[in-house]
């Protein structure tokens, strides 16, 4: 079984240059998540979605970040602009109705 | 707030050694507690779980430990070999109104010497 896929793995930008990032979950996983993860740190929730519908994105910051999870499958996590602050991993995991989360290997984002 | 504190920061075990690291949470609404195992350009990867009717859950050499009035939980790895050294996180959620929202302690980082 394919795990949670993720592109691309590494991103290079300027400031106030936009970025997106795609997450393909585990096939019949009805729950998206994207997370952030600062060097040295735990992952923190950004968004999550159950099908379609984002459930809670109380975390995103909505004046630069937004997302998408058209037809309940694949995700995509934008910024506009990015600033030297959002370098980081951003990973996606996936769960089938449960507390289990899946993780991606991330978007490593290096915003210079 | 941080609602799931872990320690130590970093952890250097020898071969054969155990490995304990320890959580603490303040959410007593929390009732999953896995375990994240995260190597270097990887992501998070599900190691153990357990909810809080049982103590103890043992797969093979990982066991978490839960102590429900303490509101505590830790990792032991037994007879650690150089291939667990990675950073191992814990975390906890709910079913209720954020449900399955994972809140992540910040990670310990564990070296096994050969």
């Known amino acids: 079984e394919a795990g949670v896929v993720q592109s691309p793995r590494y991103k290079i930008i300027e400031k106030k240059q936009p970025v997106a990032f795609w997450c393909n979950p585990i096939s019949g996983h009805n729950t998206l998540y994207w997370y952030l993860q600062n060097l040295g740190q735990g992952p923190e929730l950004l968004i999550r979605y159950e099908n379609e519908e984002a459930v809670d994105d109380s975390q995103l910051p909505k004046d630069r970040f937004s997302a998408e999870r058209l037809k309940g499958v694949d995700s995509t996590l934008k910024i506009q602009p990015a600033e030297l602050g959002d370098s980081a991993v951003y990973l996606c995991?996936?769960?089938?109705?449960?507390?289990?989360?899946?993780f991606g290997p991330g978007t490593r984002l290096t915003v210079t | 707030q941080q609602q799931v504190k872990q320690s130590p920061q970093s952890l250097i075990v020898q071969k054969g050694g155990i490995s304990i690291i320890n959580c603490a949470y303040e959410n007593t609404a929390f009732d999953y507690f896995p375990w994240y195992q995260q190597f270097p350009g990887k992501g998070p990867a599900l190691l153990i779980a357990?909810?809080?009717?049982?103590s103890e859950k043992k797969e093979g050499r990982f066991t978490i430990s839960f102590n429900k009035s303490a509101k505590q939980f830790s990792l032991h790895i037994m007879d650690s070999q150089p291939g667990d050294s990675a950073t191992y996180f814990c975390?906890?959620?709910?079913?209720?109104?954020?449900?399955?929202?994972?809140?992540f302690g910040k990670g310990t980082l564990l070296t096994v010497n050969p």
């Open positions: 357990i909810r809080p009717d049982v």
């Open positions: 975390a906890a959620s709910h079913s209720g109104g954020s449900n399955y929202k994972l809140t």
């Open positions: 995991a996936s769960s089938a109705f449960t507390n289990e989360q899946y």
